[in-house]
């Protein structure tokens, strides 16, 4: 069975299940990197909140059937968050949890970065920075070929690239090709931790204002706190409410929520550094990182 | 009736099969007028997308395709299909275990004009690598109707090297092909011209009738698909002939030269063995393919001597 799409935004009861299930997908993402001790900490800490809340409320899903067809997509083009995806696909049913214990160790279904052919859940592979953007793009198209669900929906297209990654050429490219074919069921989000491994982005390579970029390209653009659960909320619905500049066959702009978020966010020793994006990690770590995120959960 | 163009045929098959396929897309790169995809893009606008120029999405556009249960045919100058969209098809459709057609025209002499920047003397070797990839580059119109065909029908994802240009009929209509076999166009016990794609077939029988003339029998052998290769028949020839000269549009290395190579040495057949194709130090030029093909001494006489020298012990 597939959920339906939330029509209003998540009342104070359902933002605290999210925030409950932002802190599960955390520590579990922190304890499978522990287990292996080294990992992409810091791009899987930032875009937790996103994945709860696609995972837990706006993705239309069927984990007991992952291949179901009329299901919505959702590409990590980020793929090196891999880790945080694992737990939010564990959390949702689609793996076991013991499962998280195998992170990256030879033979393992959950490889460093997301694969389809080894992941229950996972929709496309990817990695190669700017190559899973492309396919979300593709996929959107295909989508849409397919007409609305029987119910009347709009299949969907979701996807998560980097700040990082959007000095890869192959984004702009995709970009131009998402807005020029009017692919308004393609949502997409770019974790903006402002950080890659070599440093800052504004150090490394200054991308100048994403927002106005995406917004020249013929993008709804949105930008949004990748942390605050109910403004992000706020804006996914925002972002899959009809675009009034949707010709008559409602083919409008697709939209890119940019999110403000701190790379290595939950973890203290590694927040806002470059180094948190593939850091040693051992079971230290996770006892620190553990009780600061114990500290944050509310009493009672 | 006169030889029909390559592309036209190419187009003509996709168009026909994508009536009771409702998954056949096609995805272009600004070259739609090239690839000669106007009468599918005709017959079904809303399955045809351009991506402009932009060959890295045009591969990636595709993978994302298949994921939804597409079965898209993408295509671009063979040049621009390796070299340069190489990560996303090796990634995005290969490793994925994704079903995406690629489609390399103008390879290599065919590129003629356009010259050194667009002649893809590699993308056979670098497509060589891709595990599980099937590599097909048909030496005529029948043949190649039953590629895209057999493309399609087998899923995974296919490389088809396609000349556009018009190529005579080797095959009658309804000739059965697979991938994997290659077909033995002429018989021989001499030497074995082992060739890959429509100029190179041409050629090879070419030089065949040639060394006829002077007592030579050489047995011509369409290889039709770099991957799989039909190892069996190019063994079982080896054997018999003890002399083999393979002859590709490409450069001699990684390639069928190379293919072959590997395939004797391995099985320890004792067969003497010539490559027909561009020095492995010799990037592509400008000119006309004619002129083009003589450069790299791809023409039937280079053949034929190269041929003459096997037989003769030189």
């Not at chain 1, 994945?51 to 291949?67: G, K, Q, S, T, V």
């Not at chain 2, 295509?75 to 690629?102: I, K, M, P, W």
């Not at chain 2, 006829?212 to 018999?240: M, S």
Request: aromatic fraction near 6%.
């Amino acid at each position: 069975m597939i959920n339906p799409s939330p029509e209003r935004p998540a009342s104070p009861a359902e933002l605290a299940d999210l925030a409950s299930r932002a802190r599960s997908i955390r520590r579990s993402c922190l304890e499978s990197i522990a287990a292996l001790g080294v990992g992409h900490v810091g791009g899987s800490m930032s875009v937790v909140e996103t994945l709860a809340i696609l995972y837990f409320r706006h993705l239309r899903l069927d984990p007991e059937n992952p291949r179901n067809p009329d299901r919505d997509r959702f590409v990590l083009s980020k793929g090196h968050a891999g880790p945080a995806l694992y737990a939010a696909l564990a959390e949702k049913g689609y793996i076991p949890r013991e499962m998280l214990g195998t992170l990256n160790r030879g033979g393992t279904s959950l490889p460093s970065h997301a694969d389809r052919q080894k992941t229950p859940g996972v929709d496309m592979s990817t990695g190669s920075l700017g190559q899973g953007f492309s396919a979300a793009c593709g996929i959107a198209l295909g989508l849409r070929m397919d007409g609305p669900r029987a119910d009347g929906s709009i299949r969907r297209c979701w996807a998560i690239i980097g700040d990082g990654e959007s000095d890869e050429g192959q984004v702009w490219e995709a970009a131009a090709f998402a807005a020029h074919y009017r692919l308004s069921n393609l949502i997409a989000f770019t974790d903006a931790n402002r950080f890659q491994i070599d440093g800052a982005t504004e150090a490394v390579m200054h991308l100048r204002d994403l927002s106005a970029k995406w917004s020249a390209f013929g993008w709804r653009t949105f930008r949004v706190d990748g942390h605050d659960l109910a403004a992000l909320d706020r804006t996914i619905l925002s972002a899959c409410s009809p675009d009034p500049e949707a010709d008559a066959e409602g083919r409008g702009r697709p939209s890119m929520i940019i999110l403000d978020t701190v790379k290595g966010k939950g973890v203290p020793a590694l927040e806002g550094k470059a180094e948190s994006h593939n850091a040693p990690f051992g079971p230290a770590d996770l006892e620190a990182a553990l009780e600061a995120l114990d500290k944050e959960a509310p009493r009672g | 009736m006169a030889d029909r163009e390559m592309r036209a045929v190419y187009a003509q098959t996709l168009t026909a099969l994508a009536a009771s396929d409702p998954r056949i897309c096609v995805v272009e790169a600004d070259l739609a007028r090239a690839t000669g995809t106007g009468p599918f893009a005709k017959a079904y606008p809303d399955r045809f997308f351009n991506v402009g120029v932009a060959e890295a999405n045009l591969v990636g556009v595709a993978s994302g395709l298949s994921a939804a249960g597409k079965r898209p045919f993408a295509a671009t100058f063979a040049c621009f299909a390796s070299r340069r969209a190489y990560d996303q098809f090796f990634l995005s459709a290969n490793y994925a275990g994704l079903e995406v057609v690629l489609v390399g025209t103008d390879p290599g002499v065919t590129a003629a004009f356009n010259g050194g920047t667009h002649m893809p003397l590699e993308d056979l070797a670098l497509m060589r690598v891709i595990p599980r990839l099937v590599i097909v580059e048909p030496a005529d119109p029948v043949s190649l109707e039953a590629a895209v065909k057999l493309a399609l029908d087998r899923g995974g994802c296919t490389y088809l090297r396609l000349q556009r240009k018009p190529a005579p009929e080797i095959y009658g209509p309804g000739e059965p092909f697979e991938f994997g076999k290659a077909k033995l166009l002429r018989p021989g016990k001499d030497v074995v011209l082992a060739a890959l794609g429509a100029l190179m077939v041409g050629e090879a029988r070419k030089a065949a009738e040639s060394l006829a003339t002077e007592g030579i029998d050489a047995a011509v052998l369409d290889v039709f698909t770099l991957a799989p290769l039909d190892r069996a028949i190019l063994l079982d020839l080896a054997r018999k002939t003890g002399r083999m000269v393979t002859c590709e549009n490409h450069r001699v290395t990684g390639g069928l030269g190379s293919a072959v190579a590997e395939l004797l040495a391995e099985e320890g057949v004792p067969a003497r063995l010539a490559r027909i194709g561009a020095g492995a130090d010799e990037f592509g030029e400008v000119g006309t393919q004619d002129w083009l093909a003589e450069r790299f001494r791809l023409t039937a006489p280079h053949i034929a001597a190269a041929a003459r020298r096997l037989v003769k012990g030189e």
